[in-house]
């Protein structure tokens, strides 16, 4: 295990921020801490790299305390949301910091620099000042900045969540890819599900400052522990008093056995996906969310108004 | 070349006419006049009044205490700022209150201050009455809070996480404020430095009272513009204040050319 965390809280006056945390992280992968907002996940992120002190509790960071190591003694890098670039220093002066600070000799600092411009591609802006970088190369400078000192575990707090969501997507491809090539053990914040469930090995789930569920992301998606993470790790309608995804519910244009009798109410067409909102003809009316292909939608000739029969597909 | 993109279009046209005549009225023809009435002797006039040796000792004195000063300040002056911006301590936002004192009070107040606390009746019996300490202290008091108020602000502003990524790097809070913070206060201390300067050489009311007005001793320029003054000499008074605003662009132009290169480095 790469970082080991037992029996950690953070209080902020009264308010309880993380609540006896426990947590183990193993070498080598990509973990994500995903949870809503306000739920305690940069504190953790931020107690690992020794930015914040637990009130109780330890870390072990790669089989050493580092409970009361100041942040510059962990080793650890890293990356926050709003890149913290050294704006008057350049790009290459930026990724040398940490190794001019070890004073190691140039000619090792410039080969290094070198080494990783190229990894995160920003080769030629070397020379730039970050304002004069998109904010999608600004984060990967700081990247390149944090992996410079060959952290023994790379934290990234939301690393793309000041970008757009085109760059964001194509730079979580990117550091999968990159993660696949330099392997050392990273911590990720998000609280975009997405982002976890297609870029982490495990994820672990935060919320009100306690661990929901510690899983794969197919585990977690599949079977997770509670409604929480159920709800929170993609969309959920109720049928039946029960949690169902949207998508897990099958539509007949004609009623079958066990099928739930409703009316489509309103219809959505988001890309290849079809939202029905659909009126359950029972005494309560209630209205839930039903997912179907557009392939499905065009065979069926659903259309507002129609009536249908469901059944839950899912387990 | 090409047309640059005027955001705020004819009005922005407006403004920049207003704000150049008003400019020229304020400043550009008052100088122009000063310069101009210094040269009323032709240049022999000019060199007369400056080859005198008790101007030059008064604008030796001037210059160099108010570079002194200046200096002081752009240690103090940061270093307060500091306190004022990141120590919690009580009475933190009293003192931040009075550090305005010395721009608040008028020049004559101030100086009646200094003379009832250094002066012969001293309550902790430090007489610097008609010394050279006098000058400099009054220099002192009058500009400390330049360079505290311009640095101040972007103090307050400076991204925490960029200190925090400074030490998650290995720096130490020394290398962290070198190489990460203070370059990003190297333009507020020049701006600063530059405004304290330019109101040390020319300072009068605070210093008068206390420092005796000695010639060679304590007197310094605006003393000695004043005494030409009186004397009906307004060409050899305007020699003098011409030398003080080269001096004041001298070192404006100095500490531009130094903040561009420090705050370049890091
Ligand atoms: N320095 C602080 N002082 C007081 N309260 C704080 C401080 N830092 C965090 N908190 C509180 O602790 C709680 C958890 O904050 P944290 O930043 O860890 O949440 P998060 O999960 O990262 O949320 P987000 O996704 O919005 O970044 C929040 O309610 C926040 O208001
Ligand atoms: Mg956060």
């Known amino acids: 295990m790469s970082i080991e965390i037992t029996g950690v809280n953070k209080r902020f006056g009264d308010f309880v921020a993380l609540d006896n945390v426990n947590l183990s992280i193993p070498t080598g992968q990509l973990t994500a801490l995903l949870g809503p907002s306000g739920g305690g996940k940069s504190t953790l992120l931020r107690i690992i790299a020794g930015l914040e002190n637990a009130d109780s509790g330890s870390v072990v960071i790669e089989g050493t305390e580092a409970t009361n190591l100041p942040a510059q003694k962990r080793n650890v890098g890293f990356v926050f949301q709003h890149y913290a670039a050294f704006k008057h220093m350049s790009v290459a002066k930026n990724v040398a910091f940490g190794l001019e600070i070890r004073k190691r000799p140039k000619a090792e600092v410039k080969?290094?620099?070198?080494?990783?411009?190229?990894?995160?591609?920003?080769?030629?802006?070397?020379?730039?000042l970050p304002s004069q970088l998109s904010g999608g190369q600004r984060q990967r400078m700081a990247l390149a900045r944090a992996l410079a000192i060959e952290p023994s575990v790379l934290l990234l707090d939301e690393p793309f969540g000041a970008l757009d969501a085109k760059v964001r997507?194509?730079?979580?491809?990117?550091?999968?890819?990159?993660?696949?090539?330099?392997?050392?053990?990273?911590?990720?914040?998000?609280?975009?599900?997405?982002?976890?469930?297609?870029?982490?090995?495990?994820?672990?789930?935060?919320?009100?400052?306690?661990?929901?569920?510690?899983?794969?992301?197919?585990?977690?998606?599949?079977?997770?522990?509670?409604?929480?993470?159920?709800?929170?790790?993609?969309?959920?309608?109720?049928?039946?008093?029960?949690?169902?995804?949207?998508?897990?519910?099958?539509?007949?244009a004609h009623p079958v056995e066990n099928g739930i009798p409703a009316r489509i109410a309103r219809e959505l067409r988001v890309g290849f996906d079809v939202r029905l909102w659909v009126e359950l003809l029972d005494a309560a009316h209630e209205e839930i969310q039903v997912t179907v292909t557009r392939a499905t939608q065009r065979s069926l000739a659903l259309a507002e108004g129609n009536d249908v029969w469901l059944v839950p597909t899912s387990a | 070349m090409s047309r640059k993109v005027n955001s705020l279009g004819r009005g922005s046209g407006l403004a920049l006419g207003i704000s150049l005549t008003w400019f020229s009225l304020l400043v550009l023809i008052p100088l122009a006049a000063v310069v101009v009435k210094s040269t009323a002797g032709g240049w022999s006039g000019f060199t007369h009044t400056l080859s005198n040796p008790q101007t030059q000792a008064a604008l030796r004195l001037t210059i160099g205490d108010s570079l002194l000063v200046t200096v002081l300040n752009v240690v103090m002056g940061t270093v307060i700022a500091w306190v004022l911006v990141r120590e919690r301590f009580p009475g933190a936002a009293?003192?931040?209150?009075?550090?305005?004192?010395?721009?608040?009070?008028?020049?004559?107040?101030?100086?009646?201050?200094?003379?009832?606390?250094?002066?012969?009746q001293s309550p902790f019996g430090v007489n610097e009455a008609n010394t050279r300490n006098a000058v400099f202290l009054a220099l002192a008091f009058v500009t400390l809070p330049f360079i505290v108020r311009t640095?101040?602000?972007?103090?307050?502003?400076?991204?925490?996480?960029?200190?925090?990524?400074?030490?998650?790097?290995?720096?130490?809070?020394?290398?962290?404020?070198?190489?990460?913070?203070?370059?990003?206060?190297?333009?507020?201390?020049?701006?600063?430095?530059?405004?304290?300067?330019?109101?040390?050489?020319?300072?009068?009311?605070?210093?008068?009272?206390?420092?005796?007005?000695?010639?060679?001793?304590?007197?310094?320029?605006?003393?000695?513009?004043?005494?030409?003054?009186?004397?009906?000499?307004?060409?050899?008074?305007s020699v003098i204040a011409v030398v003080l605003l080269v001096a004041a662009l001298v070192v404006i132009v100095a500490l531009d050319v130094v903040q561009r290169r420090v705050s370049r480095r890091g």
């Open chain 2, 151 to 237: 640095v101040q602000p972007v103090l307050e502003e400076l991204d925490k996480d960029v200190e925090e990524a400074a030490s998650s790097l290995g720096a130490n809070g020394f290398t962290t404020f070198r190489r990460v913070i203070l370059p990003s206060l190297v333009p507020a201390i020049a701006a600063g430095a530059g405004l304290s300067f330019a109101r040390a050489i020319s300072e009068y009311g605070s210093l008068v009272l206390l420092s005796g007005n000695l010639p060679f001793k304590t007197e310094v320029a605006s003393v000695r513009i004043v005494g030409f003054i009186e004397g009906d000499n307004t060409a050899a008074a």
């Open chain 1, 169 to 252: 997507k194509e730079l979580r491809e990117w550091l999968r890819r990159l993660h696949d090539e330099v392997h050392v053990t990273t911590v990720f914040v998000t609280h975009d599900q997405e982002e976890a469930l297609e870029v982490a090995d495990e994820i672990v789930v935060i919320n009100e400052g306690r661990i929901e569920q510690i899983g794969s992301p197919d585990t977690l998606y599949d079977a997770p522990s509670n409604d929480f993470v159920m709800s929170f790790l993609g969309p959920t309608t109720q049928l039946n008093g029960a949690l169902v995804r949207p998508h897990d519910i099958e539509v007949f």
């Open chain 1, 111 to 128: 080969e290094k620099v070198e080494e990783l411009l190229g990894l995160v591609h920003l080769s030629q802006f070397a020379d730039r």
């Open chain 2, 94 to 120: 009293i003192l931040d209150v009075i550090i305005d004192l010395p721009f608040a009070l008028p020049t004559i107040v101030a100086g009646l201050v200094l003379l009832s606390l250094y002066g012969p």
